[in-house]
């Protein structure tokens, strides 16, 4: 049997409860080009209420202000001091290792020179001497440094990577990420790195670093790497379902990809989460009610979108706890999201 984790309740607005706000971007507060609906106001709303907002991203390519410009373009308030990045966390790794001014080979680009240097660590080329190397995204690396870099780690130099996302979204579609790179470095040298980004903690530990948070949330949209990194850096998690993840990653999410609480989008810092009451693999809440009858999840009743969501996902995990099999959903479809006008009720059979 599975060690389960469940939803969890409070009976105030999560901008209340918490004292900073850790935002992924992508699917959090923008997709493409655009702001997600009600991202702006309910951000706004949250800083109007005393939370404060930290930007985090597991990008290495882009410095600081370049990300909080744009944020702003999107009518989002954001500076560079409200960002945090995963070459800011990788270079912190190395700070740590390594006495000022020494030399550590940048197979990144721009957005890690930068926090190398103020940081004061020497950036070099890959056939220079150094003391450590650090990777991370770069459209515009060659292959010969590649190559280079790859017998240098295999050969003992200190290796930290600034994320292992395998893809990203690019203009042209899904395009390979730097994980893809960090691959073919591990298998040849048989070496890990030290990961900056999500889902390890050094980016999580930076942004709480930086803040001074005491009490904060991990906002994400993905399981793998937003609220998995939330749980290794033992904070709770925001689940905003205006990304990547679907019905079908919820139900089947492991213990350590559990979010503490679910909402549709960004409006769920500014509201209180009632957590279901379970009984066995059935939930209910809000005028719903999920159970799992012969490892199918059917949700019945009328009510909030959220409240759905939620039931939905403590019906299916406490199945998957018990018996190790994702439920199956059958025709259970998930419900429309909210619009921006407000929450929406739904029905469902």
Do not use: C
């Not at 979010?259 to 066995?280: K, N, Q, R, V």
């Amino acid at each position: 049997m599975l060690t389960g984790h469940q939803l969890k309740g409070s009976d105030r607005a999560l901008a209340a409860v918490h004292d900073v706000a850790m935002l992924d971007l992508d699917g959090v507060v923008y997709i493409g080009g655009a702001a997600v609906p009600r991202a702006r106001e309910s951000l706004a709303a949250a800083r109007e209420s005393g939370l404060r907002l930290a930007f985090i991203t597991n990008n290495a390519a882009r410095p600081p202000a370049k990300v909080a410009e744009n944020i702003r373009n999107l009518g989002i308030e954001a500076t560079a001091e409200d960002v945090v990045t995963s070459a800011q966390a990788a270079v912190h790794v190395l700070a740590e290792r390594l006495a000022p001014g020494a030399k550590v080979v940048n197979l990144g680009a721009a957005g890690l020179r930068e926090p190398l240097e103020t940081a004061g660590l020497v950036p070099v080329a890959v056939d220079e001497d150094a003391e450590a190397i650090v990777t991370g995204y770069n459209p515009d690396l060659l292959w010969k440094d590649i190559l280079r870099g790859a017998v240098r780690i295999k050969d003992g130099l200190f290796w930290v990577a600034s994320n292992t996302d395998m893809t990203f979204p690019a203009a042209y579609g899904i395009a390979p990420g730097h994980g893809v790179l960090v691959d073919t470095l591990r298998r040849f040298s048989g070496v890990e790195p030290v990961v900056a980004g999500k889902p390890s903690r050094p980016l999580l530990e930076e942004t709480i670093r930086r803040t001074e948070a005491e009490h904060p949330l991990m906002v994400g949209d993905r399981l793998d790497t937003d609220i998995e990194g939330g749980r290794n850096a033992d904070v709770d998690t925001l689940l905003v379902l205006t990304g990547v993840t679907g019905l079908e990653d919820l139900v089947a999410a492991p213990p350590h990809q559990r979010p503490t609480y679910i909402a549709s989008d960004l409006g769920g810092l500014l509201e209180a989460h009632a957590a279901p009451e379970s009984d066995g693999t059935t939930a209910r809440l809000g005028g719903w009610t999920a159970e799992v009858r012969d490892g199918e999840l059917r949700v019945t009743g009328q009510g909030s979108t959220d409240d759905w969501w939620r039931v939905a996902a403590t019906s299916a995990w406490a199945h998957l706890d018990e018996t190790e099999a994702v439920v199956r959903l059958g025709a259970q479809a998930a419900p429309p999201r909210p619009g921006a006008d407000g929450e929406t009720v739904v029905s469902g059979s």
